[in-house]
Protein backbone atom coordinates (compact mmCIF):
# COMPACT_ATOMS: atom_id res chain seq x y z
CA UNK A 1 0.00 0.00 0.00
CA UNK A 2 1.03 3.43 -0.98
CA UNK A 3 1.95 6.08 1.46
CA UNK A 4 1.62 8.84 -0.91
CA UNK A 5 -1.22 11.29 -0.22
CA UNK A 6 -2.67 12.32 -3.67
CA UNK A 7 -4.13 10.71 -6.33
CA UNK A 8 -3.40 12.87 -9.64
CA UNK A 9 -4.46 11.80 -13.27
CA UNK A 10 -2.00 12.84 -16.23
CA UNK A 11 -3.76 13.00 -19.89
CA UNK A 12 -0.71 13.00 -21.41
CA UNK A 13 1.46 10.32 -22.29
CA UNK A 14 4.51 12.52 -22.93
CA UNK A 15 6.76 14.07 -20.31
CA UNK A 16 7.08 11.86 -17.38
CA UNK A 17 6.32 14.12 -14.61
CA UNK A 18 9.01 12.11 -12.34
CA UNK A 19 8.31 15.06 -9.22
CA UNK A 20 5.00 14.69 -8.96
CA UNK A 21 5.29 10.67 -9.21
CA UNK A 22 7.54 11.19 -5.57
CA UNK A 23 4.31 12.79 -3.79
CA UNK A 24 1.03 11.54 -5.96
CA UNK A 25 -0.01 8.43 -6.69
CA UNK A 26 -0.70 9.02 -10.33
CA UNK A 27 -2.58 7.62 -13.31
CA UNK A 28 -1.23 9.01 -16.60
CA UNK A 29 -2.40 8.10 -20.14
CA UNK A 30 -0.41 5.35 -21.30
CA UNK A 31 -1.05 5.79 -24.99
CA UNK A 32 -0.03 8.85 -27.24
CA UNK A 33 -3.28 11.33 -28.25
CA UNK A 34 -6.22 12.33 -26.19
CA UNK A 35 -7.06 10.33 -23.03
CA UNK A 36 -10.61 8.68 -23.44
CA UNK A 37 -13.21 10.43 -21.41
CA UNK A 38 -14.77 7.64 -20.11
CA UNK A 39 -11.08 7.00 -18.69
CA UNK A 40 -10.67 10.32 -17.49
CA UNK A 41 -13.87 10.68 -15.88
CA UNK A 42 -13.68 7.42 -14.21
CA UNK A 43 -9.68 8.58 -12.96
CA UNK A 44 -10.69 11.45 -11.80
CA UNK A 45 -13.73 10.07 -10.19
CA UNK A 46 -10.94 10.15 -6.39
CA UNK A 47 -8.56 12.38 -8.03
CA UNK A 48 -6.45 15.33 -5.81
CA UNK A 49 -5.61 17.36 -8.56
CA UNK A 50 -5.17 16.60 -12.58
CA UNK A 51 -2.66 17.66 -14.95
CA UNK A 52 -4.68 18.65 -18.22
CA UNK A 53 -4.13 20.13 -21.80
CA UNK A 54 -6.51 22.05 -24.50
CA UNK A 55 -8.30 19.30 -25.58
CA UNK A 56 -9.50 18.00 -22.01
CA UNK A 57 -12.88 19.71 -21.70
CA UNK A 58 -13.35 20.54 -17.72
CA UNK A 59 -16.83 21.27 -17.76
CA UNK A 60 -19.62 20.85 -15.49
CA UNK A 61 -20.12 16.85 -15.80
CA UNK A 62 -16.25 16.55 -15.16
CA UNK A 63 -16.15 18.41 -12.20
CA UNK A 64 -19.28 17.20 -10.39
CA UNK A 65 -17.94 13.48 -11.07
CA UNK A 66 -14.48 14.88 -10.00
CA UNK A 67 -15.32 15.43 -6.16
CA UNK A 68 -12.48 15.53 -4.26
CA UNK A 69 -10.23 17.95 -6.92
CA UNK A 70 -8.29 20.57 -5.74
CA UNK A 71 -6.25 21.65 -8.48
CA UNK A 72 -6.31 21.95 -11.81
CA UNK A 73 -3.33 22.42 -14.30
CA UNK A 74 -3.25 23.16 -17.52
CA UNK A 75 -0.19 23.04 -19.95
CA UNK A 76 -0.76 25.56 -21.59
CA UNK A 77 -1.67 29.51 -21.17
CA UNK A 78 -5.01 29.58 -22.36
CA UNK A 79 -7.70 27.74 -20.23
CA UNK A 80 -11.28 28.30 -22.31
CA UNK A 81 -11.16 24.45 -22.00
CA UNK A 82 -12.00 24.76 -18.31
CA UNK A 83 -15.03 26.14 -17.02
CA UNK A 84 -13.79 28.15 -14.50
CA UNK A 85 -16.97 29.23 -12.72
CA UNK A 86 -17.47 25.96 -11.85
CA UNK A 87 -14.08 26.07 -10.46
CA UNK A 88 -14.28 28.92 -8.55
CA UNK A 89 -17.90 27.40 -6.89
CA UNK A 90 -16.18 24.75 -5.49
CA UNK A 91 -13.00 25.96 -4.85
CA UNK A 92 -10.61 24.55 -7.09
CA UNK A 93 -7.25 26.06 -7.78
CA UNK A 94 -6.31 26.57 -11.52
CA UNK A 95 -2.77 27.11 -12.47
CA UNK A 96 -1.41 27.86 -16.39
CA UNK A 97 1.76 28.99 -17.86
CA UNK A 98 1.67 32.07 -18.98
CA UNK A 99 5.08 34.11 -19.67
CA UNK A 100 7.07 30.94 -20.46
CA UNK A 101 5.65 31.12 -23.67
CA UNK A 102 4.96 34.57 -24.65
CA UNK A 103 8.50 35.17 -26.61
CA UNK A 104 8.11 32.30 -28.56
CA UNK A 105 4.17 32.74 -29.57
CA UNK A 106 4.67 36.31 -30.35
CA UNK A 107 7.66 35.21 -32.62
CA UNK A 108 5.43 32.60 -34.44
CA UNK A 109 2.94 35.52 -34.81
CA UNK A 110 5.45 37.71 -36.62
CA UNK A 111 6.75 34.56 -38.69
CA UNK A 112 3.21 33.71 -39.97
CA UNK A 113 2.16 37.89 -40.67
CA UNK A 114 5.66 37.97 -42.78
CA UNK A 115 4.95 34.67 -44.48
CA UNK A 116 1.39 35.71 -45.43
CA UNK A 117 2.10 39.35 -46.60
CA UNK A 118 5.53 38.05 -48.42
CA UNK A 119 3.94 35.07 -49.69
CA UNK A 120 6.51 32.68 -48.45
CA UNK A 121 4.73 29.40 -48.22
CA UNK A 122 3.60 30.00 -52.20
CA UNK A 123 6.64 30.99 -53.12
CA UNK A 124 8.96 28.56 -51.53
CA UNK A 125 6.08 25.75 -53.41
CA UNK A 126 6.20 27.85 -57.04
CA UNK A 127 10.08 26.91 -57.08
CA UNK A 128 10.05 23.31 -56.12
CA UNK A 129 7.16 22.91 -58.48
CA UNK A 130 9.42 24.64 -61.42
CA UNK A 131 6.79 27.69 -61.56
CA UNK A 132 10.12 29.41 -60.84
CA UNK A 133 10.50 30.33 -64.42
CA UNK A 134 12.52 34.20 -64.96
CA UNK A 135 12.87 37.35 -63.06
CA UNK A 136 10.15 39.17 -63.47
CA UNK A 137 8.75 42.49 -61.53
CA UNK A 138 5.80 41.76 -60.23
CA UNK A 139 5.63 37.91 -59.88
CA UNK A 140 4.79 36.46 -56.01
CA UNK A 141 5.29 40.21 -54.86
CA UNK A 142 3.04 40.61 -51.58
CA UNK A 143 3.20 43.54 -48.95
CA UNK A 144 5.50 45.03 -46.63
CA UNK A 145 4.87 46.39 -42.98
CA UNK A 146 6.75 49.08 -43.93
CA UNK A 147 4.20 51.96 -43.61
CA UNK A 148 1.85 50.01 -42.74
CA UNK A 149 -0.91 50.15 -40.42
CA UNK A 150 -0.75 46.79 -37.54
CA UNK A 151 -3.93 46.41 -35.64
CA UNK A 152 -3.34 44.01 -32.59
CA UNK A 153 -6.34 42.56 -30.86
CA UNK A 154 -5.67 42.10 -27.54
CA UNK A 155 -2.81 43.70 -26.60
CA UNK A 156 -1.87 41.78 -23.79
CA UNK A 157 1.37 39.76 -22.89
CA UNK A 158 1.21 37.99 -26.19
CA UNK A 159 -0.31 41.23 -28.15
CA UNK A 160 2.32 43.51 -26.38
CA UNK A 161 5.15 41.58 -27.47
CA UNK A 162 4.07 40.90 -30.73
CA UNK A 163 4.00 44.72 -31.00
CA UNK A 164 7.43 45.53 -29.91
CA UNK A 165 8.79 42.80 -32.19
CA UNK A 166 7.58 44.41 -35.21
CA UNK A 167 8.61 47.74 -34.52
CA UNK A 168 11.92 48.00 -36.00
CA UNK A 169 10.24 47.00 -39.94
CA UNK A 170 9.08 50.51 -39.58
CA UNK A 171 4.98 50.40 -39.51
CA UNK A 172 3.24 53.90 -39.61
CA UNK A 173 1.49 53.11 -36.91
CA UNK A 174 0.42 50.39 -33.81
CA UNK A 175 -2.87 50.72 -33.11
CA UNK A 176 -4.60 48.22 -30.83
CA UNK A 177 -8.47 47.11 -29.36
CA UNK A 178 -8.42 45.69 -25.66
CA UNK A 179 -11.75 45.71 -23.44
CA UNK A 180 -10.24 49.47 -22.26
CA UNK A 181 -7.32 51.18 -22.80
CA UNK A 182 -4.18 50.82 -21.47
CA UNK A 183 -2.86 53.47 -19.71
CA UNK A 184 0.65 52.53 -20.19
CA UNK A 185 0.84 51.77 -23.50
CA UNK A 186 2.26 54.00 -26.29
CA UNK A 187 0.52 52.38 -29.07
CA UNK A 188 -3.13 54.28 -30.15
CA UNK A 189 -6.16 52.86 -28.61
CA UNK A 190 -8.96 52.37 -31.36
CA UNK A 191 -12.76 50.95 -31.09
CA UNK A 192 -12.98 47.26 -32.54
CA UNK A 193 -14.93 48.88 -35.43
CA UNK A 194 -11.92 51.21 -36.27
CA UNK A 195 -9.46 48.15 -35.33
CA UNK A 196 -11.31 46.40 -38.58
CA UNK A 197 -11.08 49.66 -40.53
CA UNK A 198 -7.95 50.73 -40.44
CA UNK A 199 -5.34 47.99 -40.39
CA UNK A 200 -3.52 46.60 -42.63
CA UNK A 201 -2.57 44.02 -40.93
CA UNK A 202 -5.11 42.71 -38.10
CA UNK A 203 -3.25 40.31 -36.03
CA UNK A 204 -5.52 38.35 -33.02
CA UNK A 205 -4.08 37.65 -29.71
CA UNK A 206 -6.68 38.31 -27.61
CA UNK A 207 -7.51 36.00 -24.23
CA UNK A 208 -10.94 34.51 -25.70
CA UNK A 209 -12.22 33.58 -21.82
CA UNK A 210 -13.10 37.31 -22.17
CA UNK A 211 -15.22 37.01 -25.29
CA UNK A 212 -18.73 35.53 -25.92
CA UNK A 213 -18.69 34.46 -29.59
CA UNK A 214 -17.81 34.92 -32.81
CA UNK A 215 -16.14 38.04 -33.60
CA UNK A 216 -14.79 37.37 -37.11
CA UNK A 217 -17.70 36.65 -39.50
CA UNK A 218 -18.10 37.78 -42.84
CA UNK A 219 -20.09 40.98 -41.83
CA UNK A 220 -16.69 42.26 -40.03
CA UNK A 221 -14.25 41.05 -43.02
CA UNK A 222 -16.37 43.25 -45.07
CA UNK A 223 -15.40 46.43 -43.14
CA UNK A 224 -11.47 45.39 -43.49
CA UNK A 225 -9.32 46.88 -45.96
CA UNK A 226 -9.39 44.72 -49.32
CA UNK A 227 -6.00 44.18 -49.23
CA UNK A 228 -5.72 43.49 -45.33
CA UNK A 229 -3.86 40.46 -43.64
CA UNK A 230 -6.09 38.56 -41.21
CA UNK A 231 -3.50 36.95 -38.75
CA UNK A 232 -5.05 34.56 -35.58
CA UNK A 233 -2.80 33.09 -32.73
CA UNK A 234 -5.39 33.00 -30.17
CA UNK A 235 -8.37 30.29 -30.42
CA UNK A 236 -10.77 29.20 -33.59
CA UNK A 237 -13.18 29.96 -31.56
CA UNK A 238 -13.93 33.45 -32.31
CA UNK A 239 -13.79 33.42 -36.24
CA UNK A 240 -16.42 32.04 -38.66
CA UNK A 241 -13.63 29.51 -40.95
CA UNK A 242 -16.42 29.31 -43.83
CA UNK A 243 -16.87 33.48 -43.79
CA UNK A 244 -13.46 33.73 -44.15
CA UNK A 245 -13.17 31.47 -46.98
CA UNK A 246 -15.81 33.93 -48.46
CA UNK A 247 -13.89 37.28 -47.58
CA UNK A 248 -11.01 36.42 -49.02
CA UNK A 249 -11.99 33.98 -51.81
CA UNK A 250 -14.42 37.14 -53.19
CA UNK A 251 -11.65 39.43 -52.28
CA UNK A 252 -12.69 41.05 -49.49
CA UNK A 253 -9.75 40.81 -47.51
CA UNK A 254 -6.60 39.65 -49.19
CA UNK A 255 -4.83 36.98 -46.89
CA UNK A 256 -4.46 35.42 -43.62
CA UNK A 257 -2.48 33.69 -41.65
CA UNK A 258 -4.01 31.00 -38.85
CA UNK A 259 -2.29 28.93 -36.44
CA UNK A 260 -5.49 28.45 -34.90
CA UNK A 261 -8.91 27.11 -36.09
CA UNK A 262 -11.90 25.69 -35.35
CA UNK A 263 -12.18 23.00 -35.40
CA UNK A 264 -8.63 21.67 -34.02
CA UNK A 265 -6.61 19.54 -36.41
CA UNK A 266 -8.65 21.60 -38.84
CA UNK A 267 -10.71 19.80 -41.97
CA UNK A 268 -8.05 18.93 -44.45
CA UNK A 269 -11.15 19.27 -47.13
CA UNK A 270 -12.12 23.00 -45.91
CA UNK A 271 -11.88 24.88 -48.75
CA UNK A 272 -9.64 27.16 -46.75
CA UNK A 273 -6.77 24.97 -47.86
CA UNK A 274 -7.30 25.35 -51.40
CA UNK A 275 -6.66 28.81 -51.34
CA UNK A 276 -3.06 30.40 -52.29
CA UNK A 277 -3.79 33.73 -49.77
CA UNK A 278 -4.47 31.60 -46.78
CA UNK A 279 -1.75 30.05 -44.51
CA UNK A 280 -2.98 27.67 -41.90
CA UNK A 281 -0.44 26.30 -39.15
CA UNK A 282 -1.26 23.28 -36.69
CA UNK A 283 -1.21 25.46 -33.76
CA UNK A 284 2.40 25.44 -32.98
CA UNK A 285 2.61 29.28 -31.21
CA UNK A 286 4.74 28.03 -28.30
CA UNK A 287 6.59 24.96 -30.26
CA UNK A 288 10.09 25.93 -29.32
CA UNK A 289 11.59 23.02 -27.54
CA UNK A 290 12.66 25.38 -24.49
CA UNK A 291 9.07 26.70 -24.18
CA UNK A 292 8.00 23.39 -24.05
CA UNK A 293 10.58 22.53 -21.42
CA UNK A 294 9.77 25.31 -19.23
CA UNK A 295 5.72 24.74 -19.75
CA UNK A 296 6.05 21.30 -18.51
CA UNK A 297 8.04 22.65 -15.80
CA UNK A 298 5.74 25.42 -14.47
CA UNK A 299 2.58 23.01 -15.09
CA UNK A 300 4.23 20.33 -12.95
CA UNK A 301 4.99 22.81 -9.75
CA UNK A 302 1.64 24.52 -10.64
CA UNK A 303 0.04 20.99 -9.69
CA UNK A 304 2.63 20.17 -6.34
CA UNK A 305 2.11 23.56 -5.11
CA UNK A 306 -1.44 23.23 -5.48
CA UNK A 307 -1.61 19.87 -3.66
CA UNK A 308 1.22 20.84 -1.29
CA UNK A 309 -0.40 24.33 -0.60
CA UNK A 310 1.90 26.94 -2.03
CA UNK A 311 1.53 29.68 -3.93
CA UNK A 312 0.34 28.62 -8.42
CA UNK A 313 0.50 30.58 -11.69
CA UNK A 314 -2.91 31.39 -12.64
CA UNK A 315 -6.25 32.50 -12.96
CA UNK A 316 -7.47 31.03 -9.69
CA UNK A 317 -4.97 30.10 -7.19
C1 LIG B 1 -1.69 27.93 -25.11
O1 LIG B 1 -0.80 27.61 -24.30
O2 LIG B 1 -2.80 28.30 -24.74
C2 LIG B 1 -1.34 27.85 -26.55
O3 LIG B 1 -2.43 28.08 -27.36
C3 LIG B 1 -0.68 26.53 -26.88
O4 LIG B 1 0.60 26.58 -26.42
Redesign the pocket.
Known sequence: MSNKQFKVVITEAEPPYNDIKSIANVYQNPNPGTLPRDIFLKESKDADGILCL?RDKIDKEFLDNAKHLKVISTL???YDHIDLDECKKRGIKVGN?PDV?TAATAELAVSLTLAVSRRLIEAADAARNGEWKIWTPFWMTGNGIQNSIIGILGLGRIGGTVAKLLEPFAPENIIYHNRKPKNESKYEYVSFEDLLKKSDYLIVCVDVSTINGILFDYNAFKKMKKSATFVNISRGSIVNHDDLYKALSEGEIGAAGLDVTNPEPFPTNHPLFTLKNCVILP?I??ATISTREAMIKLSESNLINGLTGKPIVGPIQ
Open positions: LSVGTLHGS
